[in-house]
């Protein structure tokens, strides 16, 4: 049992909760929701622990499996110590003890530590950490020869395997992840699910995938209006059970308007003469009848349109025999292609099948993504093609987003410093109206970019595309971390725009709305090239 009693929380003049109380019990598994910035990552970290809420309790089991937001926090270490991490004080006592045994000479107080951290190790298992952490792994579908690999060179879907591991490492009685199926393949989706719904103590996931939550929640906590709110059932049935109160306190407030206006209309006629004391009672009713204040929804929708300053020419694009291969295998073989301006092609596939690689192969040879910016961004090798050719078309100016988007955004700024770097010639105002379209109001471009949401980064650099209008848009997953306002708007924009587009997702709506055309990633370095929708190539593939 998780309970939370009391607790507020604000930033500047945000106020993201306000005297929340609210529990969560084992057995039963809670989906929690909300816009992007409402503070789900927040709370989430709240009920971890991880932050102190500024006023109120929490009262937590004493081990917490968590899942963050950062499928990418991890690149730099071990898959085995990933999965150790998950118990922080075991984690601490290691670290600790291999640092005193590398000194060259060893004080009285450092044998004297030695012993306590022993005691400490033993206490948490870690004779068996490194046992225990594989036989997790290998439950999860991560096969032994990745156990010492670096967190970086995994894929989306297998990183996202081992930070369950991590969560469930030292068997916590409350699991809380936050957007687990971001970067997931549907099948690797599937299976979280079957997962999910055998785990038996507390549990909570945040994502913004209205089926996923369908699928695995007994009770969703929904953050509105600095509160939260728990409804029995899963995602649809809370929002049914939403629409439901507001129409009714609607249908309250249009009765209790009609019987204002009717005493209103009395005080009015009568005010003036003797029968004072009555209109002295209705003026008190019509104080007491004051209707019930709803608030505006809470949804929000962002204006996105990306332009071009200056159309490319008409082939965009040529693709040689392009080949990848990292050491003995082939991700990629013997592709060519060629594109037309304005074509929008769809990059599908499972994990793991090579999109990223073929993205970051086109990208390393265009004029207008400096290389720097690829190398942020993980699981980018720098060796570019193994053989063939990539050769952009005539002015083709490339605008990318990456799908570990947050690494692009420097953190020790603020929003508004950040976008204004690739465009200093902007003005001041049209700046701000590009932060304010895409639901940055003033104070918020002041915001540090550190502190971002998972989904207000993701508008951050959506910002700036629509501040470099290129005519080609490369976009590798956009719609994790987006809410389902931020998705339709994505998705619109994409549809309106007059460029080139190289779109990679898993969201089968966006990619059957957007695009023209389907490069499909079959495995074993097979691509697929349909020319066509992708309602049309599913008619193809039965
Ligand atoms: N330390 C901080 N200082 C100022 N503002 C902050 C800080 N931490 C978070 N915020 C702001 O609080 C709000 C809630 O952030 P949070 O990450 O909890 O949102 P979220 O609901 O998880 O959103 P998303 O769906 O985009 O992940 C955001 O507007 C964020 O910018
Ligand atoms: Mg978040």
């Given at each position: 049992m998780i309970s939370v009693s009391n607790v507020s929380m604000r930033f500047g003049a945000k106020?993201?909760?306000?005297e929340v109380s609210t529990g969560f019990t084992e057995g039963k598994r809670y989906g929690l929701t909300g816009p992007n910035g409402a503070g789900k990552s927040t709370f989430m970290a709240l009920l971890s622990g991880e932050t102190e809420p500024q006023k109120g309790t929490v009262a937590r089991p004493k081990k917490i499996g968590v899942l963050s937001q950062d499928h990418f926090a991890f690149d730099k270490f071990r898959v085995l110590d990933t999965v150790i991490m998950g118990n922080k004080r075991l984690w601490t006592a290691l670290e600790e003890r291999d640092r005193i045994y590398a000194k060259p000479e060893m004080t009285d107080a450092d044998g004297m530590k030695l012993g306590e951290l022993e005691g400490i190790v033993g206490e948490e298992d870690g004779y068996t950490a490194e046992s225990d952490a594989a036989v997790l792994l290998q439950g999860l579908d991560?096969?032994?020869?990745?156990?010492?690999?670096?967190?970086?060179?995994?894929?989306g879907g297998q990183k996202v395997r081992v930070l369950l591991a991590q969560a469930l490492f030292g068997h916590p009685q409350a699991l809380l992840l936050d957007e687990p199926t971001n970067n997931l393949d549907l099948d690797s989706i599937h299976w979280l699910k079957g997962f999910l719904n055998q785990y038996d103590g507390v549990l909570i996931v945040i994502s913004h995938d209205r089926h996923f939550l369908n699928s695995i929640c007994t009770h969703i906590a929904d953050i509105d209006y600095e509160t939260i709110i728990t409804y029995t059932g899963a995602y649809d049935d809370m929002v049914v059970a939403k629409t439901q109160v507001r129409s009714q306190i609607e249908a309250q407030n249009s009765q209790k308007s009609k019987k204002i206006a009717q005493l209103n209309e009395f005080i009015a006629r009568f005010s003036a003469g003797t029968r004072s004391s009555q209109v002295q009672s209705r003026r008190k009713e019509v104080e007491r009848l004051q209707v019930t204040e709803l608030a505006k929804s809470n949804i929000q929708r962002p204006f996105l349109k990306f332009e071009q300053k200056r159309p490319s020419g008409k082939h965009i694009l040529e693709l040689e025999g392009v080949t990848k291969s990292y050491g003995k295998t082939h991700?990629?073989?013997?592709f060519t292609a060629s594109v037309l301006r304005g074509e929008k092609i769809a990059l599908m596939g499972r994990n793991g099948a090579g999109k990223t690689t073929l993205v970051n192969a086109l990208l390393a040879n265009s004029p207008t993504v400096p290389e720097a910016e690829l190398r942020k961004?993980?699981?980018?090798?720098?060796?570019?093609?193994?053989?063939g050719k990539v050769v952009w078309g005539h002015e083709a100016a490339v605008g990318y987003f990456a799908q570990d988007h947050r690494a692009l955004i420097q953190p020790g700024m603020t929003a508004f410093e950040w976008l204004h770097q690739w465009n200093p010639a902007a003005a001041h105002e049209e700046i701000r109206g590009l932060l304010g379209q895409m639901l940055f109001p003033r104070d918020d471009g002041d915001k540090k970019t550190e502190v971002l949401s998972g989904g207000e980064a993701a508008r951050l650099l959506f910002c700036k595309l629509m501040l470099q209008k290129p005519n080609v848009l490369v976009f590798d997953e956009p719609t994790n971390h987006l809410d389902l306002e931020s998705i339709n708007a994505l998705n619109i924009a994409l549809q309106r725009y007059q460029g080139t587009v190289l779109l990679v997702s898993h969201d089968e709506d966006l990619v059957d709305e957007v695009a023209t055309r389907i490069w499909h990633f079959e495995g074993d370095h097979k691509i697929t090239d349909f020319k066509g929708a992708y309602e049309e190539y599913q008619a193809v593939l039965v």
């Open positions: 106020i993201l909760f306000d991560i096969p032994d020869d990745l156990h010492g690999k670096k967190m970086g060179a995994l894929q991700v990629i073989r013997d961004t993980s699981g980018y090798d720098g060796a570019f093609l193994s053989k």
